[in-house]
């Protein structure tokens, strides 16, 4: 696989679809969606680095961590970034999920060597935080969430593997939610789900939001989160699979809140506007399949991982954590 990477310079695509007038709150009326790379072959898990202002996302087959910065050339950061043994492995062995956590390095979900994993951004390599439970390797980690106390949260479904759900090299029998606290203890915390993605925590870390990328279950589900870090009987929050049914292109995947609670979950035409009592506000229409998306800058700039393309949206709010 090869790819050809394109700085754009003043390019738009896509529209602003409005439902509801508390959109305008959160995107302003002339709002544009702009081109901030291009010719990427599946871009994935953005993550604003607040010490050098820049951007890491993933491109999940080249198996490489991009880098953007305002000004710049977007130049490879890491590679590999998620398989690390003989090739090939599969169509998608790179890293995929990625964040900054408390103490600034950067955790990746990572599909072909089936963990989580840390690295400092500046010297030294990385670590595994995870890479099995109860003895039984991960399929593919995806995506990934750090609580305020420390604690991580990730899924994994299979599209890391070579055969996907009918690999033989698959050693757990479901697609899980997993928790690993400050001790590196790893628990099962959701095992009901087909394609468990995207997540985020609600701002009082209350409810853990879950985005499933079943098309005939296309949902953001929602879990009551106690004290101890376990998490009650989920519940359907929002329910995509029509959207699917439509022809919209993309599942619900990424998913990132910002500090009033709203929701910008990728899904079915691009990224998703939901207000917290799941009503649907607008769509950052992408026209493409829509992987994920991260707040940035001073918290009000949304980038925006979109099949070949590094997208840009202005906004009129803040993300979580800024």
């Avoid at 010719?39 to 961590?65: C, H, M, Q, R």
């Avoid at 910002?258 to 998703?272: A, E, R, S």
């Avoid at 506007?273 to 950052?284: D, M, N």
Wanted: aromatic share 10%.
């Amino acid at each position: 696989m090869s790819t050809h990477i394109i700085t754009a310079q003043s390019k738009t695509i896509g529209k602003i679809d409005r439902y509801d007038a508390a959109l305008d709150k959160i995107l302003d009326a002339n709002t544009k969606i702009e081109v901030l790379g291009e010719g990427f072959i599946w871009s994935e898990g953005p993550a604003w680095v607040k010490d050098g202002e820049y951007l890491l996302f993933s491109d999940v087959p080249a198996n490489t961590i991009y880098r953007w910065k305002k000004g710049e050339e977007i130049t490879e950061f890491l590679k590999p970034s998620g398989y690390t043994g003989i090739p090939p492995y599969s169509d998608e062995p790179g890293s995929n999920g990625l964040i900054i956590n408390r103490v600034g390095n950067l955790v990746s979900c990572e599909h072909g060597d089936r963990r989580l994993a840390e690295m400092p951004l500046t010297f030294g390599g990385k670590r595994t935080l995870t890479d099995n439970y109860m003895g039984k390797r991960f399929n593919s980690p995806n995506d990934v969430v750090q609580k305020s106390n420390g604690d991580y949260y990730f899924t994994d479904p299979p599209y890391g593997l070579r055969q996907k759900e009918d690999d033989p090299s698959r050693e757990t029998p479901l697609f899980g939610v997993y928790r690993v606290d400050k001790t590196g203890k790893t628990t099962l915390i959701i095992e009901d789900l087909t394609r468990p993605n995207g997540l985020a925590f609600s701002p009082d870390e209350k409810t853990l939001y879950v985005a499933q990328s079943d098309p005939d279950r296309a949902y953001l589900m929602a879990y009551p989160v106690s004290v101890d870090g376990k998490v009650g009987k989920g519940r359907v929050f929002y329910d995509m699979t029509s959207m699917v049914k439509q022809g919209l292109k993309g599942l619900p995947d990424g998913l990132k809140i910002d500090k009033k609670g709203n929701i910008f979950t990728t899904g079915p035409g691009g990224v998703l506007i939901l207000s917290p009592e799941a009503k649907l506000l607008g769509r950052i229409d992408t026209g493409e399949a829509t992987a994920n998306c991260a707040f940035g800058n001073d918290g009000s700039v949304l980038y925006i991982t979109a099949d070949m393309y590094l997208l840009k949206v202005q906004t009129q709010t803040i993300g979580n954590g800024f």
